[in-house]
Structures are given as C-alpha cells and as structure tokens.
C-alpha cells in the first residue's frame, strides 16, 4: 500500500484502540506536521517505518532481535533526574518499544540525522554512519548510562538551561492552559477519569488542588490523549504530563508477543539511570515535566554555553556533531543490552555486515522517506485547495 492508504489504516487502528478517547483534532494537526517536512514525516510516521523497514533492507532481517526503542530520531534524547539526584542523559521516549533486529534502531537513527536539514546531502550518510556505529561498539564493550554530573563536561554544557529558556518553558505552559480555558466546553477534549486518576497518583503527597489541560505535543502520539497536572508542593509548581500508551505498530505488524507494552521495561533497562517519575499503569504513560527535563530540538537554538563559540546554532548543528552521535550509538547499545546479553551476537553480526551497511540502508530510507514525504505534501495541498482538511 501507498502513505495515503498506510496513514488511512493507521487513524483507522487508533480509533478502534481509543474509541472516543480520540482526539480528532491532534490527527489534523498531526497531517499538517507530516506535511511540513521530511524529518517531521519521519518522526510522525513510525507505523509506516513498521511497514516498510524490512522491504527496504532484507538483509537485515536477521540481525539479533533486541528490545529495541523503534521510534528513534535525533530528537527522541534529552535530560532527566534519576533516583539519586544524578543529572541523565538518553532516550527520553519509548512509546514504540518491541523487539526486533537491533540494526533498525541504527538505521532509523542514521536516517533522522540525514533528513534533519531542510536541504539534506546525501553525502553526510558515510561521517553520521561511522560516529553512530564507532559509539555503538564502545557501548556494546562498555554498557552504562551517561550521568553528567561529574563527566560528560562537554555534553553536560550542552544541556545546560540557560535561564531565557526555563522563563520560556514557564511562559509556554501558561499560554497553553490560558488558551485551554478560553475554549468553549463543546470545543475541549474530553478528560476522562483513567487520565485525571493517573495524574492525581502521581502527584506528591501534600500537594494542592491540581489544574489540568489537555496538551498537544509530540509528533508520532498527535490524536492520543495527553493532559497537564499543574499543583502546588512547598512553595513552587509541580508538573505531571499522562498520555495514552499502544501496543507497538512494530507488535501489531511483526510481533508474536500479543499486546504487550514494553516502554516501561525499555527505560528501566538493566544499564540505564530510569527516570523515577516515569510510570506506566492501565494504558496511561505519566511522567514530570520541568525545565530540566530537556531534549534539544532540530529547529531551535541552544544555549550560547555550547562549545562551538558564543553564537547560538540550531539544534541540528548540534545533533549532528561527532561527539553528540557517538554518545547517541553508545546509548543505542545500553538500552539493546537492557533487556538481555546480546552484545557478542551484536558483535558477530556487525563483523559479517560489508563495510558501508549502515550508509546504505540509511540513504535508502531517507530516500524513501523524502519520496513519500513529497506525496503525501502534495495530497495535502490538493485538498488545502479543495476546501476542508482530509
């Protein structure tokens, strides 16, 4: 089937999943984003990766199966607080987790990185493959988490929050529940208890009577719900986000393991600093939002502490340093090895893979990813022309 018909199926699965939990409105924002460029496509788009991958590169098929994060992408990493204290730095998102080959985690990742500029070059697949991979193999030899608190000075710099962005998060949170409230009732998503309950769990003890809204984030989970718990707790805000969970569109295509949910299990991985606040119950994922829970986004400046200079360069330019993919492959390899000791299997099938394995399949599928884009824009405009939104 074509992305037209892909993307049919797939809101179709989501309203027989959510039912009237659904919110339509999430779905046309989402086709809007999935219009707007390769990179948003791709990162909106993890059923029709599903789909796809295994055609687009067979010989992968084979590769040790992992429980592997799936949706991965530049901007699938940021920041947290672990049990003790300790600043962390990873994946931040698992909501597609399932087992599969582990190489796919690698191509999917290498792929973002291709289709991050507006304008991509085919030639950067060679340099983001070997930084990808030369982090990958150290990972498989040496499996931990990245804790920043007292090494990682450069990447720790990097994530730093510069104080016109913590005013920013504050400010952008405000504007979201203002414009929540001014909706008429008819207009709002429908809170149901199952969300409130989750949120209300999450709170700490002691804090007071909480605000919610609804919240429209993210790319892949745009038509799932996902509300905002805001209450005070000795003397400043506290936040808690929940959204809906689904099995894994990799489950639902490939998977032999029935409906189960591994995201919990994923970022709880045996060589990994989980974050404490992250929980998974009765189909809802909860976790805190701070200003320090923090992921660097493609398309927007970092901090002027970066170690480039004192201009602000997007976050792309960032993303795509050698030293920040070599600490993605690293942190490839700690979550494949969470869930059982694959790495000699890793190792052995690296060593047969032909040199320039990860280049190649991660130009084919940005190449496919940039065609499909392209047609998908363009049915999207037809009907921009025709009247209402499809």
Same mark, same amino acid.
């Given at each position: ?227 905002? !718990?805001?209450?005070?707790? @000795?003397?400043?805000?506290? $936040? #808690? %986000? =929940? ?5 894994? *569109? ?97 190792? !052995?099938?690296?060593?047969? @893979?032909?040199?320039?394995? $990860? #280049? %190649? =399949? ?5 190449? *496919? ?22």
């Amino acid at each position: 089937m074509d992305i037209l018909v892909s993307n049919d199926a797939y809101e179709a699965f989501l309203r027989a999943e959510l039912g009237h939990e659904l919110v339509e409105e999430g779905l046309a924002e989402k086709r809007l984003e999935m219009a707007g460029d390769a990179f948003g496509f791709l990162r909106a788009t993890y059923f029709r990766w599903a789909e796809t991958a295994l055609e687009l590169f067979p010989e992968l098929a084979g590769a040790p199966t992992v429980l592997a994060v799936g949706d991965i992408h530049l901007e699938n990493f940021g920041t947290w607080r672990d049990a003790e204290g300790r600043l962390v730095w990873g994946v931040n998102d698992y909501d597609e987790a399932a087992e599969m080959p582990y190489a796919l985690d690698l191509v999917r990742l290498a792929t973002s990185g291709l289709l991050a500029s507006p304008d991509p070059d085919w030639r950067e697949a060679g340099p983001i493959a070997e930084r990808l991979l030369d982090g990958y193999a150290k990972g498989l030899r040496k499996p931990g988490p990245t804790l920043l608190d007292r090494d990682h000075r450069w990447l720790r710099h990097t994530v730093m929050v510069p104080d016109e962005h913590r005013d920013a998060f504050w400010q952008k949170l405000k504007k979201k529940r203002k414009h929540f409230g001014r909706r008429p009732d008819d207009e709002r998503p429908v809170f149901f208890p199952r969300y409130e309950a989750a949120l209300r769990a999450a709170l700490p003890q002691g804090a007071g009577r909480p605000r919610f809204w609804y919240r429209s984030a993210g790319l892949g989970s745009l038509g799932r719900p996902r509300w905002v !718990a805001q209450a005070k707790w @000795r003397g400043d805000w506290v $936040l #808690r %986000e =929940a959204k809906a969970v689904l099995p894994s *569109a990799w489950v639902r295509l490939h998977g032999r393991h029935g409906r189960a949910v591994r995201c919990l299990e994923l970022a709880s991985g045996r060589h990994r600093a989980p974050d404490p606040w992250y929980r998974v119950n009765d189909g809802v994922a909860v976790r805190r939002l701070s200003p320090n829970n923090r992921k660097i986004e493609t398309d927007r400046p970092i901090s002027p502490g970066w170690e480039h200079g004192p201009e602000e360069p997007l976050g792309r330019e960032v993303l795509l340093g050698e030293r920040m993919l070599r600490a993605m492959g690293r942190e490839m390899a700690a979550i494949h090895l969470g869930a059982g000791d694959h790495a000699a299997a890793i190792r !052995a099938d690296l060593a047969k @893979r032909p040199a320039g394995w $990860l #280049r %190649e =399949a991660a130009l084919r599928a940005a190449q *496919a990813t940039a065609a499909e884009h392209r047609q998908f824009a363009a049915h999207m405009a037809r009907h921009a022309e025709a009247g209402p939104s499809p």
